[in-house]
């Protein structure tokens, strides 16, 4: 994992909009959000539906222990990045230029003919390091 501190980050005028959550999730934070049935937010599962947006890195959960940091209930609000650059959680090693879609829990992966695509990589990462993406969303042919 690369050496990043998100201290006191901000976000850089990227567009956020504010949505319930459709469940308890244990850490939102940097990860892929996808609309449930009543139009609140969860984790995206996969690639199959299109996008929200990514959870923002001070979304849910303040705990200074970690132990809960990210952590939202069903029902609370939670703060998505819906366009521009922005960081979301890598599931698996991405090249930099690869096409974004979402794994289990919400990370990020590799897209997948088919798949709805969050947005590009700009840079390459391994598992579980931040990716920097353009959000672009669009379905794969």
Known sequence: ???????????????????????????????????????????????????????????????????????VEAGEPLDIQIKDMGYVLAGGDIAKGAEIAAGADGVAVTAAAGDYVLGIALDAVEKDDYCYIQISKYQKN
């Open 1 to 71: 994992m690369a050496n990043r501190n998100f201290n006191g980050v901000q976000i850089n005028q990227s567009v956020t909009i504010v949505e319930k959550a459709g469940t308890q999730i244990q850490d939102c934070r940097n990860r892929v959000m996808v609309y449930d049935e009543d139009g609140n937010v969860v984790l995206a599962a996969d690639g199959t539906k299109p996008f929200a947006g990514i959870a923002l890195i001070e979304a849910g959960m303040n705990d200074i222990s970690g132990v809960n940091a990210g952590r």
